[in-house]
């Protein structure tokens, strides 16, 4: 029987609490090139993503968050499990935007953004790698990011920013900017954080709003078990958390992981694979 997950809503969207990233879909480890290889030689076109995608949305996990304009097939993904499934996915696009000061520079940033809007985005956060090039710390601003939203919002899509550096969600909440949602790295073990947890979960606590929080694996250096009871029991109700996943069986596990961390109680999953089986592992000694 297939799960329906948590919702929470960003500017008026129903969105679900876990959002399906594409970090092990798109080639995108964080491990090493070996590793990086294994994911693009499973998913060298859209029917293996699609797999993925289809457990997603049938378990009430409507939402995905990637890169669309760097992988070519997430697209033709997403719209292959859409017609398996009758259900939409909702798109949230991380483009990467020329963010230099120059007219040829926003030309080519609208452009970039014009496109997402025609691939049917929802949401577009630009990459937390242009936008942190805007970011001055010592007026506590994002240089000339209001420019790029209002082209967000002309294109006909909710504007969200990606970040790494926590000051991106303070400073645009400090200033108002147009940003209806936030993209936080957060993770047990401050995988890629760039301050202490205990400074981050502040500023995910304090965001004006809801917050997407990414990695909670850790690029796999954690179990889902751990990372996604550490993430969603120190988030708020109404911030979400991406997950990516390497295969279908993967998705449903974690989807699981996420509901049991959400209702307090222990997941349904089988035990993992030893040759010899013991009561420690079990969890409860039999005669």
């Known amino acids: 029987m297939n799960k329906q997950f948590p919702r929470t809503e960003i500017a008026g969207i129903s969105m679900p609490r876990m959002i399906a990233g594409c970090n092990w879909i798109s080639g995108f480890s964080h491990r090493g090139p070996a590793e990086d290889e294994m994911i693009l030689r499973r998913h060298n076109g859209p029917n293996s993503v699609a797999d993925i995608f ?49 007219p040829i520079a926003r030309m080519e940033a609208e452009q970039t953004i014009k496109k997402c809007a025609a691939r049917g985005a929802t949401f577009c956060l630009p990459l937390h790698s242009c936008v942190e090039q805007l ?30 550096m926590p000051e991106v969600i303070q400073y645009a909440d400090l200033n108002e900017y147009d940003v209806e949602t936030y993209i936080q790295i957060y993770n047990c073990m401050g995988f890629l954080m760039q301050v202490e947890i205990e400074s981050v979960v502040k500023t995910i606590h304090n965001a004006k709003k809801p917050v997407i929080t990414i990695k909670p ?7 889902p078990f751990v990372g996604l009871n550490f993430s969603y029991n120190t988030i708020r109700p109404q911030d979400m958390v991406c997950i990516g996943c390497f295969n279908a069986e993967e998705a449903e596990e974690d989807i699981e992981y996420g509901l049991a961390a959400i ?25």
């Open 135 to 164: 970011l001055n710390k010592n007026e506590k601003n994002i240089k000339r990011l209001p420019d790029y939203l209002k082209m967000i919002r002309d294109a006909g899509m909710i504007p969200g920013l990606s970040a790494h």
């Open 54 to 102: 289809e457990v997603f949305l049938n378990n009430g996990v409507d939402a995905c968050l990637g890169l669309f304009d760097v992988d070519k097939d997430l697209l033709d993904a997403v719209r292959m499990a859409e017609e398996r499934t009758g259900k939409k996915m909702i798109m949230m696009d991380e483009p990467i935007l020329n963010v230099d000061d120059n």
């Open 217 to 223: 694996c850790a690029a796999g250096r954690t179990t």
């Open 263 to 287: 209702e307090r109680r222990l997941p349904d999953i089988r035990p993992r694979s030893s040759p010899f089986k013991t009561s420690a592992i079990s969890g409860k000694a039999e005669r």
